[in-house]
């Protein structure tokens, strides 16, 4: 697994967020961000997925840190598989962004879309 610094690969996280607000949107999108408020990552397709740390034993091999999330992409969506770990105040930052850019699609749920963002804030402790 090729690790990826987050400053100057946003663009593969950005395709995760496009590919999510895109495809299926009415099923997952608001899934995702629920899930994410429970600290459950969720995937976009076979290729992009996205993991919380807590969701792994510390003793795994696969086990990234406390308080991080790992975005994974493998092939065919890229050439080499990678993966792209943030802490929760990238994260949420990233969360954040792609879920109000995209509030528009929500129609009657944006409401609820901001409260899971405050939710997720509170629960991540990110300011």
């Known amino acids: 697994m090729n690790y990826l610094n987050f400053k100057g690969n946003e663009g ?12 299926n949107f ?5 899934k995702h961000l629920i899930n994410y408020c429970d600290l459950k990552g969720c995937y976009v397709n076979d290729e992009m997925v996205c993991v919380f740390s807590s969701e792994l034993q510390t003793d795994d091999e696969d086990y990234f840190g406390e308080n ?9 969506a890229v050439k080499e598989d990678c993966a792209i770990i943030l802490d929760y105040v990238d994260f949420y930052r990233v969360v954040k962004e792609n879920f109000e ?6 129609n009657d749920k944006k409401n609820d879309v901001l409260e899971l963002l405050e ?3 509170k629960i991540l402790n990110v300011n």
């Open 26 to 30: 009415e099923r997952l999108a608001l």
């Open 101 to 106: 850019k995209n509030l528009s699609l929500f």
């Open 12 to 23: 593969y996280i950005t395709d995760f967020y496009e590919i999510l607000f895109t495809i």
């Open 119 to 121: 939710k997720l804030k």
């Open 68 to 76: 991080k999330v790992a975005y994974y992409f493998f092939e065919p």
